[in-house]
């Protein structure tokens, strides 16, 4: 069974600071989707990089695919309390038809 | 968007009853739906995966006469928690691509939340 290994799992950091979280595993996916939980509500589909070596902007946030295609990272420009929340990586690995999740890391983002 | 429809948001059973969760996709076909049960501020763990029309695949360690999965129509699957115990008290969520895993992303349910007394 292929095994995402996500850090930080918890974060704590200020307004207007930078993060990054790390997504790694030792398959190779054929794709990697980034999601963000609101408690009590599932999953919201941030991205989805395909390609390694891709670099994906959605405003403050950079995603990155790694070139052998097992690592993904999540960067957060000038982070703001609305970004809080657990971020979740997920990747289909090849030959398997399912979505496997990261373990997710838990951001609290305080004024 | 697509809209993946969960139901009840929550649910409170005695131990040893049934409870039915459903998971319809409203505005697509899913021949494929996924359920996922998420512990307290832990990941998303899958559990199985519903085929419409054919035996759903349980992940290992996921008892199957247990968490029985029904997918008999394009836009619906079923999950029914049999005898149900303190201990299958969590967050089970539902998913659905638009199309292949490999080349549409998931659309999830909003959860249910189920308490087991």
């Known amino acids: 069974t292929q095994l995402l290994e996500q850090s930080p799992q918890f974060l704590s950091i200020q307004e207007g600071e930078n993060l990054t979280v790390y997504c790694n595993s030792s398959?190779?996916?054929?794709?990697l989707q980034w999601y963000r939980q609101e408690p009590g509500e599932g999953p919201v589909l941030l991205v989805t990089v395909v390609t390694g070596g891709e670099v994906k902007k959605l405003k403050r946030l950079t995603f990155q695919f790694g070139d052998a295609r097992k690592d993904s990272s999540l960067h957060i420009t000038a982070a703001q309390p609305g970004d809080t929340g657990l971020y979740l990586c997920?990747?289909?690995?090849?030959?398997?038809?399912?979505?496997?999740f990261g373990a997710g890391t838990r951001l609290a983002v305080h004024p | 968007g697509a809209v993946v429809s969960q139901h009840p948001s929550w649910v409170i059973c005695k131990s040893g009853t049934s409870v039915k969760i459903e998971c319809r996709s409203l505005d697509f076909q899913a021949t494929t739906m996924f359920w996922y049960r998420q512990f307290p501020k832990q990941s998303l763990m899958l559990m199985a995966t519903?085929?419409?029309?054919?035996?759903?695949?349980?992940e290992q360690g996921v008892e199957k006469d247990k968490f029985l999965i029904n997918h008999a129509s394009l836009t619906l699957s079923t999950l029914t928690v049999t005898s149900a115990h303190p201990e299958d008290s969590s967050f089970y969520i539902c998913?659905?691509?638009?199309?292949?895993?490999?080349?549409?992303?998931?659309?999830f349910g909003n959860g249910t939340r189920l308490t087991v007394t």
């Open positions: 997920a990747g289909v690995a090849g030959g398997y038809n399912k979505l496997i």
């Open positions: 998913s659905a691509p638009t199309g292949t895993v490999y080349n549409s992303p998931l659309h």
């Open positions: 398959s190779v996916f054929s794709s």
């Open positions: 519903s085929n419409e029309g054919s035996k759903a695949t349980y």
